[in-house]
T-cell receptor, first 114, second 114 residues
Framework: AQSVTQLDSQVPVFEEAPVELRCNYS??????LFWYVQYPNQGLQLLLK??????LVESINGFEAEFNKSQTSFHLRKPSVHISDTAEYFCAVSLRSSASKIIFGSGTRLSIRP | DGGITQSPKYLFRKEGQNVTLSCEQN?????MYWYRQDPGQGLRLIYYSQIVNDFQKGDIAEGYSVSREKKESFPLTVTSAQKNPTAFYLC?????????????FGSGTRLTVV
């Protein structure tokens, strides 16, 4: 069965600093990978996803994630964060073959200090 | 605009009382899901339904019940058998066997036992 590990439960950074949120997955078969963002007291919103093709995927608000098959990782990065990026971020995986349920990681809370 | 509507946003339950959380979608999605979110524990799957009149238990179904009589609606009942129901509840939907399409989430219902 597939699983997702988010290595950091909390990541504090200063505004305009770079950030990396780490995500590792385990699966014996090919997967789809996702990053979701959750702002306080709201539902989850899809930030970006990797389905196939280029291993580097980008979101409209400056985040990017790189699929690394050999390291089974899908880390999320942003070169310069803003106060508005304060949120919880969830990494998720689903199998390509059956493509049924999506499995979510435990989340990383990103807090931005001015 | 298409989306998922969860109501109410806040709900208070007395000990021993059943309560029902509403989830309605107009995305024409066949699959719908209920998750429970507790601080630091990520999302845990309660029930899911891939098609009308059919649903399956997730990882933490005890003390909960659902119905799927219409494609658009997937209400969740928190019964008195659920001993610790205080949590944030999220409903989601997707095309069947969601896979690369990901999930669309509602804005959540926060349930508190008083």
């Amino acid at each position: 069965a597939q699983s997702v590990t988010q290595l950091d439960s909390q990541v504090p950074v200063f505004e305009e600093a770079p950030v990396e949120l780490r995500c590792n997955y385990s699966s014996s078969v090919s997967v789809y990978l996702f990053w979701y963002v959750q702002y306080p007291n709201q539902g989850l919103q899809l930030l970006l996803k990797y389905l196939s093709g280029s291993t580097l995927v980008e979101s409209i608000n400056g985040f990017e994630a790189e699929f690394n098959k050999s390291q089974t990782s899908f880390h999320l990065r942003k070169p310069s964060v803003h106060i508005s990026d304060t949120a919880e971020y969830f990494c998720a995986v689903s199998l390509r073959s059956s493509a049924s349920k999506i499995i979510f990681g435990s989340g990383t809370r990103l807090s931005i200090r001015p | 605009d298409g989306g998922i509507t969860q109501s109410p946003k806040y709900l208070f339950r007395k000990e021993g009382q059943n309560v029902t959380l509403s989830c309605e979608q107009n995305l024409n999605h066949d699959a719908m899901y209920w998750y429970r979110q507790d601080p630091g524990q990520g999302l845990r799957l309660i029930y899911y339904s891939q098609i009308v009149n059919d649903f399956q238990k997730g990882d933490i179904a005890e003390g909960y019940s659902v119905s799927r009589e219409k494609k658009e609606s997937f209400p969740l009942t928190v019964t008195s058998a659920q001993k610790n129901p205080t949590a944030f509840y999220l409903c989601a939907s997707s095309i069947p066997h969601g896979g690369g399409a990901g999930y669309t989430f509602g804005s959540g219902t926060r349930l508190t036992v008083v």
